[in-house]
């Protein structure tokens, strides 16, 4: 992190290790694309009870393998799509490269994926679903989703002090 005075602000500048080198502005009336796949996921996901409280709980309770067969297709696909796209050099619609950036591990990523699993678990709430199951009437769910806006929150505000 690296820090620059500018107009007597003091503006912190994060490299972000997976940079967005986007061009080509969108406009509001073409990130509408994003809406209809969004809702259509979300449809998706409640129809295959992806975002049932029970069915999280039946897979952290080792109970059924409905979760795990979503998870582990889930895996698969991204898998063969990664290397489709680095194998034929896929670009965007608008034309652009597509770059998968090596990543590195450490072992932050174990403390984080432990502490996202345990609440994962508690809630029975991903946070891919969230809004799924506030769509579908879960009200209960905002607790969580408050809940993931302050982890984050405390994330970005302690990241200098986490092992990474």
């Keep these: 992190m690296t820090k620059n005075n500018i107009d007597n602000t003091l503006i912190e500048e ?90 590195t591990f450490n072992k932050g990523q174990i403390y984080g994926g432990l502490i996202f699993g345990l609440g994962w678990a508690i809630t029975g709430a991903c946070p891919g679903p969230l809004f799924a199951q506030i769509g579908s009437g879960f009200l209960a769910i905002t607790v969580t989703f408050a809940s993931a806006v302050a982890g984050t929150w405390l994330y970005g505000a302690f990241k200098n002090k986490l092992p990474h």
């Design 14 to 103: 994060f490299v972000c290790e997976a940079p967005n080198n986007q061009v080509k502005k969108e406009s509001f009336a073409s990130n509408i694309k994003y809406l209809i796949v969004g809702t259509i996921f979300g449809i998706v996901f409640v129809k295959a009870e992806i975002v049932s409280w029970f069915r999280i709980q039946e897979m952290f309770r080792l109970q059924s393998f409905h979760m795990y067969g979503v998870i582990g297709t889930a895996v698969v696909v991204g898998l063969i799509s990664v290397q489709i796209i680095k194998r034929f050099k896929v670009k965007t619609f608008s034309g652009e490269t597509v770059s998968i950036q090596d990543k």
